[in-house]
C-alpha cells in the first residue's frame, strides 16, 4: 500500500488544522491505521489510531481530547483533526497502516509495515 500524508503547514497557538492520508493499492478496509509524529531530536511516538472499520479509536494521552482520527474506506482516506494546537505539537506527521488481518490500531510504530512521507505541522506561540 502506498500512502500520502498531507494538510500540514505553520499555525498560531490554538488553531486548527485537518491532516489527511489517502492510500493506494490493496484493499483500504481490510487494516487498521495510525497517525505518529516525530519532532526534531525526538523518538517517532504515537497519537492515534482507528481499526478496519473507524468505530474503535486510540488517541495519545497528550492529543486526548483535541484531536480526532477518522476514515473513510470509500474515499481511502484517514484524516486527523487537530484542534486546540500547542507549540509542543510541532512535528512531523506520518500515517501508517498494519498488516490485513490486524484489524486494530496499535499504539506501537513496530506493529505498523506500510509509512507515508510525513507532513510538517508547526505550531508558533
Known amino acids: 500500500v502506498q500512502l500520502q500524508a498531507s494538510g500540514g503547514g505553520l499555525v498560531q497557538a490554538g488553531g486548527s488544522l485537518r491532516l489527511s492520508c489517502a492510500a493506494s493499492?490493496?484493499?483500504?478496509?481490510?487494516?487498521?491505521m495510525g497517525w505518529f509524529r516525530q519532532a526534531p531530536g525526538k523518538e517517532r511516538e504515537f497519537v492515534a489510531a482507528?481499526?478496519?472499520?473507524?468505530?474503535?479509536?486510540l488517541y495519545a494521552d497528550s492529543v486526548k481530547g483535541r484531536f480526532t482520527i477518522s476514515r473513510d474506506n470509500a474515499k481511502r482516506t484517514v484524516d486527523l483533526q487537530m484542534n486546540s494546537l500547542k507549540p509542543e505539537d510541532t512535528a512531523v506527521y506520518y500515517c501508517?497502516?498494519?498488516?490485513?488481518?490486524?484489524?486494530?490500531?496499535?499504539?506501537?510504530?513496530?506493529?505498523?509495515?506500510?509509512w507515508g512521507q510525513g507532513t510538517k505541522v508547526t505550531v508558533s506561540s
Open positions: 482507528n481499526n478496519w472499520s473507524g468505530g474503535s479509536t
Open positions: 501508517a497502516t498494519r498488516e490485513p488481518g490486524y484489524w486494530l490500531g496499535s499504539p506501537l510504530v513496530n506493529d505498523y509495515s506500510s
Open positions: 493499492g490493496r484493499t483500504f478496509s481490510s487494516y487498521a
